[in-house]
């Protein structure tokens, strides 16, 4: 056992050596960095909570913060929702399974950066491909990158972009549940949308909830496609946290604000993800 024991932590090490200098340390640091007035890197004053008092006195960060838990609700219901729907009807299909996999999942391969250039083209006012369409079919341009629709333009391609993702977890879950219940659900007339809501469904929770978590969590974390669209424009409408931290701290150089925001940032997530575990609750196993 011991050796076991000793092989395991050898193979293991590697890992955690990486985790804990690119990833604990810069957190730390960054928690550190909070709580100073950093002016460049190598003047700091300490200044304790001045930082997050000011955080909660910033009117373009509460709109910042407000607009990406907006854009994360977008996110964690369209996203999961439109995999769990594709999912289902891949399932039910014999032939073709691997093609569709493939081209739902092809989004993911594609940067960010390279999404965010595609819908920037395709929302340009002046020769986009969404107004080419509309002036060939006798309709007027449109602006679509308005400070009333550029939230909801931002969260399409972000959308589209992680679909295949949690489509793929969600199938191969689906894959996973035995024949004898359906071949059970068929014999008791359940067919259809029944048998997806109260079979199918039920079965993999566990696989939602954990589709949910990383939706959240990605979510805050969204930067490229919003810094290439919209620059957090027009008129802050589509501003994130994101965003924000990274001008503050790189354009502005207040980079002691920027780790504050970037601490806002994982609190609010590790706070939502831990709220979504509890209200899903542990629903692993399912009653007939």
């Not at 007035?37 to 700091?44: A, Q």
Request: aromatic residues 16%; contains cysteine.
């Amino acid at each position: 056992m011991k050796g076991d024991r000793l092989v395991i932590f050898l193979f293991l090490a590697p890992a955690f050596l990486i985790s804990a200098i690119f990833l604990y340390y810069p957190f730390f640091e960054n928690i550190v960095q909070s709580f100073y007035n950093t002016d460049g890197f190598f003047n700091s004053k300490f200044i304790g909570w001045d930082n997050y008092k000011r955080l909660f006195e910033d009117e373009i960060a509460i709109g910042a913060t407000l607009n990406s838990l907006e854009l994360m609700l977008y996110v964690a219901v369209f996203q999961v929702g439109i995999a769990l729907v594709l999912a289902v009807m891949v399932d039910s299909i014999k032939h073709g399974v691997r093609f569709f996999r493939t081209t739902f999942f092809f989004p993911i391969v594609i940067s960010g950066a390279a999404i965010g250039l595609l819908f920037t083209l395709i929302y340009n006012h002046r020769n986009g491909l969404l107004n080419e369409i509309l002036v060939r079919l006798g309709f007027d341009r449109v602006l679509w990158l308005t400070e009333q629709s550029s939230l909801y333009m931002v969260a399409i391609p972000t959308i589209w972009s992680y679909v295949g993702f949690y489509f793929l977890i969600i199938l191969t879950a689906i894959e996973k549940i035995p024949d004898d219940y359906y071949e059970a659900a068929n014999l008791e007339g359940i067919t259809g949308f029944q048998r997806m809501t109260k079979l199918t469904i039920p079965l993999i929770v566990s696989d939602l909830k954990t589709c949910l978590v990383l939706a959240i969590t990605g979510a805050l974390k969204i930067f490229e496609l919003v810094y290439i669209i919209t620059r957090g424009g027009p008129a802050r409408s589509s501003e994130v946290l994101g965003t924000y931290m990274y001008q503050k701290a790189f354009n502005d150089g207040a980079i002691g604000y920027g780790a504050t925001l970037a601490v806002l940032m994982v609190v609010i997530g590790l706070s939502l993800a831990f709220l979504t575990n509890k209200l899903l609750g542990n629903k692993d196993e399912v009653t007939y």
